[in-house]
C-alpha cells in the first residue's frame, strides 16, 4: 500500500485524488493532507481520512513536519499559483516522490527543482493530462525516437468567437468550460489558451525539448490528451474520457497500471475533431513560446503577469482581453537575469506581479 500525501487537498486534483484514495483502499492511503487556506475543508477531510494536515499559509515548514513523521511514498501537488512552489521543493529535498499538478514549479524554477530531484533521487512524475500522456507515450516510444510533441486543447468556451467579440465575454461566460471541471483561475487560463501556454513551457522542461518540437492542436473533445511523432513519421496518442483521475492515478501507480473503479473509455459513436489555434486572436499562446524561447526570468515574468491579471478580471476589473495586454506590457521589461535560488525566483515574481498591478 502506497501512503500519499495529498497538497492542495481541497481543489480538483486534491478531491479527484482523496476520490481515488477513497475507492481504492488496498493501494492507497492518505497519510497527510495540506491545503494553502482552507481550515475548516482541510479538517473535515483530514478527519474523515484519519490523518493530520497543515495549512501552508500559516506553517510554512509544515509540509516539512508531516512528510518526518508521516514518511510518505509519493506526494501530489496540485496546489494552485506560485503558492505550490516551496511544497514541491520540500518534497524532494525529503527525497519523496512527486505527483506534480502545480504548474508554477516546472514554470518558475525548474533549473533548481531538477537539481534537488537529481540530488535526492527522487522522482517527478507529471499529472497534467497532456503531460500524463507525453510521459506515458515517450516511455513507451522511447525519447530518442521522438521527433515531435503535440498538445492538444480544448480551445475553451470561446473557440469560436469573433475576434471582436471576446473584449465584452463576462466572467460567467469564460468560466464555462465545455469539458473539464476545474478551479476558477485555470479556466479562465483555459480560455485565454495561458493555460496552454504554460504547457508548452512546462512540456519544453519536463521533457527537456526545445519550444519548436512542441505544437499545439486545438481538440474540442478532450479525448486525445496529447500526441508524439516518432522520427519516422508515425503518431501516437492517449485516448480517454476527460477525466482527471486517470493521470492522477497513472502517477500514483508508476511505473506500473493497476485495475480500476474508473469507467472504460468507450470508442464508439466518437468525433475527433482537430484545428490549429488562433494565436493571433489569443495572443497568450504565441507570448509562452516569446517566454520559453528566451528563457532567464521571462516564464516567472510570463506567469506572473498572467495570474494578476486573470484574478483581476474575475473581481471584475479588466476586461477579458486586456488580460493579453497586462501580460505583454510585463514581457516587455527586461528578465534576462536567471535566477540562482529560490529566494531570487521569488523576487523576480514579486517584480512581475508588482508591475501587472499597476497595469490593472
Not at 479556466?187 to 512546462?202: Q, R
Request: hydrophobic share 45%.
Amino acid at each position: 500500500m502506497k501512503k500519499v500525501f495529498v497538497m492542495g487537498c481541497t481543489g480538483s486534483i486534491g478531491t479527484n485524488t482523496l476520490d481515488i484514495i477513497k475507492n481504492m483502499p488496498a493501494l492507497f492511503c492518505a497519510c497527510a493532507l495540506a491545503s494553502h487556506t482552507s481550515r475548516e475543508k482541510t479538517e473535515k477531510l483530514a478527519s474523515s481520512f484519519g490523518c493530520d494536515f497543515t495549512l501552508t499559509a500559516d506553517d510554512p515548514h509544515g509540509i516539512e513536519r508531516l512528510i518526518k513523521q508521516t514518511r510518505p511514498d509519493i506526494a501530489v501537488n496540485g496546489i494552485a499559483g506560485s503558492a505550490g512552489l516551496l511544497p514541491s521543493k520540500a518534497v524532494l529535498e525529503a527525497g519523496v516522490d512527486l505527483a506534480l499538478a502545480n504548474k508554477e514549479t516546472v514554470v518558475m524554477a525548474w533549473h533548481l527543482i531538477r537539481a534537488l530531484a537529481e540530488k535526492s533521487g527522487a522522482r517527478i512524475i507529471p499529472v497534467d493530462s497532456e503531460h500524463s500522456a507525453i510521459f506515458s507515450l515517450i516511455e513507451k516510444i522511447g525519447r530518442e525516437n521522438i521527433a515531435e510533441i503535440l498538445i492538444t486543447a480544448s480551445g475553451g468556451p470561446f473557440r469560436t468567437y469573433a475576434k471582436e467579440n471576446l473584449a465584452r465575454v463576462s466572467v460567467k461566460d469564460a468560466l464555462a468550460h465545455p469539458t473539464w471541471k476545474m478551479g476558477k483561475k485555470i479556466t479562465i487560463d483555459s480560455a485565454t489558451l495561458a493555460n496552454k501556454g504554460l504547457e508548452v513551457i512546462e512540456a519544453c522542461r519536463l521533457f527537456d525539448v526545445s519550444p519548436e518540437i512542441v505544437k499545439v492542436v486545438v481538440h474540442p473533445e478532450s479525448i486525445v490528451h496529447s500526441l508524439v511523432r516518432t522520427k519516422d513519421g508515425m503518431l501516437y496518442a492517449e485516448l480517454s474520457d476527460p477525466d482527471m483521475k486517470r493521470p492522477i492515478l497513472s502517477a500514483l501507480t508508476q511505473p506500473e497500471t493497476a485495475e480500476n473503479y474508473l469507467q472504460t473509455f468507450d470508442l464508439f459513436d466518437k468525433t475527433l475533431s482537430f484545428f490549429r489555434p488562433r494565436t493571433e486572436d489569443f495572443p497568450l499562446l504565441a507570448y509562452a513560446y516569446e517566454a520559453a524561447k528566451r528563457g532567464a526570468s521571462y516564464t516567472i515574468a510570463y506567469n506572473a503577469a498572467d495570474e494578476v491579471a486573470a484574478l483581476a478580471f474575475l473581481d471584475g476589473k479588466l476586461s477579458f482581453t486586456d488580460i493579453a495586454r497586462v501580460v505583454r506590457s510585463v514581457l516587455d521589461e527586461d528578465w534576462s537575469v536567471l535566477p540562482e535560488s529560490f529566494e531570487d525566483v521569488f523576487k523576480a515574481d514579486a517584480k512581475a506581479r508588482s508591475l501587472a498591478k499597476t497595469l490593472i
